[in-house]
C-alpha cells in the first residue's frame, strides 16, 4: 500500500481524496519508481479542484511532474535505483502522476535526473521552469541578445513568470516584469527585474501597433495581455508564448508580424521531444543556482496537497510549490 492523491468523479463532481492504495492499482508502464518529489502546477489544482476538465478518466491520480528513483524497470534504459525525471506526457491526466508515493510509467516519457541536481531542486524548477527554459532556448534560437535590449515577461508572479525572469537576468538580459500582484514586487525584484508594470497596462484592448519597446516577450497569459506584447515589439523582434491565464483567444491582427516582422513561437511542454527536453534540463542544471530554488519555492508534504492546490487557484501561492514525499 502506498498513500496517493485520489480524484473520483460522481453525481456530486469531483472529489480527491488522499488514500491508501494498493500496488496492484498501479496503470500499464515499463518502470514502476518510489516517487521522492513531485509539484502542483496549475493544471493540477484545476484537476484536483474540478475546475476545469483536466482529468480524463477515473480515478485518476493527479500530478504532473515527479522525480523518483526505478524500484522496478522493464527498459533497457533504466535500472533500479536510477533517479528519473517526468514533465507531461498527459500524466496525470490520463495515466495516473506524481502526486503519489509510487507510480508505473511509460520509459519513453522519461529522462535521467540531472546529476547537479536533488529532487527537491527539480521539482523546484517543475513542469514550470522546464517550459520558461524551452521559452528562453526559443528566443536565443532567434538571434535575442542581452544586447537588443528589454524582454518583456508576463504573468511574471506565477512559476512560468518566476523562472522566465530569473533565467533571463542570470543570462544577462533586462527583465520587465508585468504582474497583477504589485503588492509583491519586491519580489520580483529580488529575482532580477529591473522594472515592474501593472497587468493593467497590457490586459485592456490596445492598437494593433504600438510604440516599440521589447526586444523579445515571454508570455504567459494569452488573449489582450499577448496581442499588445506582439503589438509593442520592436521590429524583428520574437515572442514565446505559453499560457493563458488571462484566456484562450488571441484579440490580434497580422500587423506586428508583416510589418514589423515578429516572430510568435509557440511553447508546449507536454508532448517535447526527448533531445528537447534533455537540452532544457541540462541547461536548468548549469544556470540555476540552490539560491535560485530557495527564492522561488515553498515545501510541503502530501497532506497539505489539496488545501494548496486551492490557495493555487485563489491566487495566494507565490512561485513554486514542492511536495516531498
Given amino acids: 500500500m502506498f498513500k496517493a492523491i485520489l480524484i473520483n468523479k460522481d453525481e456530486h463532481g469531483y472529489h480527491a481524496v488522499l488514500s491508501d ?29 474540478g475546475k476545469a476538465p483536466v482529468v480524463r478518466s477515473f480515478p485518476m491520480v493527479p500530478g504532473i511532474d515527479l522525480v523518483g528513483e526505478v524500484l522496478q524497470s522493464d527498459s533497457a534504459r533504466f535500472n533500479v535505483g536510477d533517479k528519473v525525471l517526468l ?56 538571434g535575442i541578445t542581452p544586447q537588443h535590449g528589454e524582454v518583456l515577461v508576463t504573468g511574471a508572479n506565477g512559476g512560468v513568470g518566476s523562472y522566465a525572469v530569473r533565467i ?8 520587465v516584469a508585468a504582474t497583477g500582484r504589485p503588492d509583491e514586487s519586491a519580489y520580483l525584484k529580488k529575482l532580477g527585474a529591473v522594472e515592474i508594470l501593472p497587468r493593467s497596462q497590457l490586459s485592456e484592448p490596445g492598437k494593433p ?27 524583428g523582434g520574437a515572442v514565446a508564448a505559453c499560457g493563458l491565464a488571462q484566456g484562450m483567444d488571441f484579440p490580434s491582427s497580422v500587423a506586428p508580424f508583416i510589418l514589423r516582422g515578429v516572430t510568435l513561437y509557440g511553447i508546449d511542454s507536454v508532448m517535447r521531444p526527448l533531445a528537447d527536453r534533455v537540452q532544457a534540463w541540462q541547461h536548468l542544471s548549469e544556470i ?38
Avoid at 35 to 48: E, G, H, Q
Avoid at 131 to 139: G, I
Avoid at 216 to 231: I, K, M, P, Q
Fill in 21 to 49: 492504495v494498493d500496488e496492484q492499482q498501479l496503470p500499464a508502464g515499463d518502470v514502476t519508481v518510489n516517487v521522492l518529489a513531485s509539484t502542483i502546477n496549475y493544471k493540477d489544482a484545476l484537476a484536483i479542484t
Fill in 87 to 142: 514533465n507531461g506526457f498527459g500524466v496525470g491526466e490520463r495515466h495516473w502522476g506524481g502526486l503519489a508515493q509510487k507510480a508505473r510509467l511509460d520509459s519513453s516519457w522519461l529522462i535521467s535526473l540531472p546529476a547537479s541536481l536533488t529532487p527537491e531542486n527539480a521539482m523546484a524548477v517543475g513542469t514550470a521552469g522546464y517550459t520558461a527554459m524551452l521559452c528562453v532556448l526559443a528566443l536565443q534560437k532567434h
Fill in 168 to 175: 533571463l537576468t542570470k543570462l544577462g538580459y533586462q527583465v
Fill in 209 to 235: 501597433l504600438q510604440k516599440e519597446r521589447w526586444a523579445a516577450v515571454v508570455d504567459c497569459v494569452g488573449s489582450h495581455t499577448l496581442a499588445n506584447a506582439c503589438a509593442s515589439t520592436r521590429y
Fill in 288 to 325: 540555476l543556482s540552490p539560491e535560485d530554488f530557495n527564492a522561488i519555492s515553498q515545501v510541503i508534504s502530501l497532506d497539505e496537497v489539496i488545501d494548496t492546490a486551492s490557495a493555487l487557484l485563489a491566487g495566494k501561492i507565490q512561485g513554486r510549490i514542492i511536495v516531498k514525499m
